[in-house]
């Protein structure tokens, strides 16, 4: 049985999302304002996969990816992070597997290559590279609130999310 993927993509700075998904709390309470809606989206989304079945694939590092982590894991969903280095500590704890790369940057375009469809949330150049590694290779991608403009780009994380349901129900 192959499983689906769902590859997750986002901002890895802690410090812009102010908190950690690790702390014991659903959501950190020092998560506040837009960067809130952004760490919510991204726990929403592990979960909806999980739910139907999809592995969440990440960077496996803190922020967004974390969150996503977290979302999947605590409805019953299977996580991976493809990590930049070679040390397995370096990925957040919400990580079932861990593939150590030592890659840095380039492992973006393992992450990327990995999921059905790629959802990316806020982020950087690092999203954004990521992004257009998804848009080279045709991915099925989908954003909330991208550092890029394209056609699956959402500010409105209901739409968003009624985009993504449909995604996931298409495959």
Not at 107 to 135: F, K, P, Y
């Amino acid at each position: 049985m192959i499983v689906r993927t769902i590859c997750v993509i986002g901002a890895a700075d802690t410090d812009a999302l102010a908190g950690s998904a690790s702390a014991t709390q659903k959501e950190s309470p020092s998560v506040c304002g837009s960067d809130s809606v952004l760490a919510e989206a991204a726990y929403k989304v592990g979960a909806l996969a999980a739910e139907r079945g999809f592995a969440v694939l990440t960077g496996g590092r803190t922020g967004i990816m974390e969150y996503a982590s977290k979302g999947a894991r605590e409805n019953g969903g299977i996580t991976v992070g493809v990590i930049p280095g070679y040390k397995r500590e370096e990925a957040n704890p919400f990580c079932d597997i861990v593939i150590p790369t030592g890659l840095g940057h380039a492992r973006n375009a393992l992450v990327v290559s990995s999921g059905d469809i790629v959802v990316s949330i806020g982020g950087g150049m690092g999203t954004l590279s990521e992004i257009a590694i998804a848009l080279k290779m045709d991915k099925n991608l989908i954003s909330l609130h991208s550092p890029y403009a394209h056609s699956a780009n959402f500010t409105d994380p209901s739409g968003f999310f009624n985009h993504f349901i449909h995604q996931m129900e298409s495959l």
